[in-house]
């Protein structure tokens, strides 16, 4: 899944590639899913696109804005698979779920994994609730640590479930998911199922440091290893924990890393270093 890292990445790329481009043609490819969801048909994504020109891209948390024209946007938001850009005469994927044409011959392609919402909206949209109701991204001005014990404290399963669920509740934290909090947990040598309540003062302090620092990292390495930008090419971040690490020595004690399944996925953990 594209978590924040990513999201700044591709759409630093899409601002600088796309920019000044008008669309030509919007159209789905043969491959479907039924957890693609747009927020309309694609004959009127097709419709309203054609003529319209790329204003701009940037990305706020996990998801992506591609502004068109003065008045909408393309929202890529929950998004996992790969967005790709095909230069004029460049080979296409054989396959696809999504794909833009562009007047000058180049074109965009989305091949979706598990699930994505690809919405073409209003960008007055952005301020109503059913899309500015997330939370504070890492790194952003106002996601201080007066913020993020705030935020810590407003979490309403704080006593049920352990602090992955918070971390991954986009409305608190916006920008991380369970590919990135593993690393910040191991981090901050916190296990992903402590209660809020049971976090002392300093391990709420690591817990915050080891946040900023892990998505500043991967935001300067271009997003994990098994995530791809706009010219699928891989990330550079290697992550610490993960099923790449599992059954390998923990890189601080030498512990044998371990896989638990925890709140609907696997958590990669040193059971000696995270307590």
């Not at 779920?97 to 949209?125: A, C, I, K």
């Not at 610490?240 to 890189?251: A, D, E, F, I, N």
Request: charged share 20%.
């Amino acid at each position: 899944m594209i978590e924040m890292p990513e999201a700044m990445t591709i759409a630093r790329q899409m601002d600088e590639t796309l920019t000044g481009k008008t669309f030509q043609h919007f159209g789905r490819g043969e491959l479907t899913h039924k957890f693609l969801w747009l927020n309309k048909p694609a004959e009127e994504y097709d419709a309203f696109l054609a003529g319209k020109q790329v204003t701009s891209a940037r990305s706020y948390g996990r998801s992506i804005y591609l502004y068109v024209g003065e008045t909408h946007l393309l929202c890529f938001a929950e998004l996992g698979g790969r967005i790709l850009y095909h230069p004029h005469g460049g080979q296409l994927p054989v396959k696809y779920h999504l794909r833009w044409d562009f007047t000058d011959g180049t074109t965009m392609t989305f091949n979706m994994q598990m699930w994505g919402f690809v919405g073409l909206l209003e960008r007055s949209e952005l301020s109503t609730p059913r899309y500015a109701d997330v939370g504070v991204p890492p790194l952003s001005d106002g996601f201080s640590i007066e913020c993020f014990d705030q935020l810590l404290e407003a979490y309403p399963e704080k006593t049920q479930k352990g602090i992955k669920g918070f971390l991954v509740t986009s409305k608190y934290v916006f920008g991380i998911g369970n590919g990135y909090l593993q690393d910040i947990l191991f981090r901050a040598k916190i296990h992903p199922k402590r209660k809020i309540p049971t976090l002392s003062v300093s391990e709420r302090s690591s817990l915050y440091t080891a946040i900023q620092d892990t998505m500043a990292d991967a935001i300067r390495l271009s997003g994990r290893e098994d995530e791809h930008d706009l010219f699928d090419r891989p990330g550079g971040y290697m992550r610490l924990m993960s099923t790449q690490t599992v059954g390998k020595p923990c890189p601080v004690c030498g512990t044998t890393i371990e896989k638990i399944s925890y709140l609907g996925g696997a958590c990669y953990l040193c059971p000696n270093c995270q307590v």
